[in-house]
C-alpha cells in the first residue's frame, strides 16, 4: 500500500504524462479509501482544466488578432 506522499506525488506527474496502469490503479485505489488525496486529485485536475482553458482562450485571442 502507497502513502498518501506517494499518492500526491503519481497525481502530479499525471498531470504532465501518462502513468502506468500500475500507477493509475495505486491512486484509483488509493483515493477511493482517503479524503486527502481524492481531493487533492479533483483539485489538480480542475487547475489543469482551468490553466487549459485560459491558453485555450488566449491563443483564439491571438489568432484572431492576426
Ligand atoms: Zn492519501
Redesign the pocket.
Known amino acids: 500500500m502507497r502513502?498518501?506522499r506517494d499518492?500526491?506525488a503519481l497525481v502530479s506527474q499525471g498531470l504532465d504524462k501518462k502513468l502506468s496502469l500500475r500507477e493509475r490503479f495505486a491512486v484509483w485505489l488509493?483515493?477511493m479509501?482517503?479524503?486527502?488525496?481524492?481531493n487533492?486529485q479533483t483539485q489538480t485536475q480542475f487547475i489543469r482544466k482551468a490553466a487549459r482553458h485560459y491558453t485555450d482562450d488566449l491563443q483564439s485571442r491571438l489568432d484572431k488578432k492576426l
Open positions: 502513502n498518501c499518492i500526491s488509493h483515493v479509501m482517503c479524503n486527502r488525496c481524492r487533492f
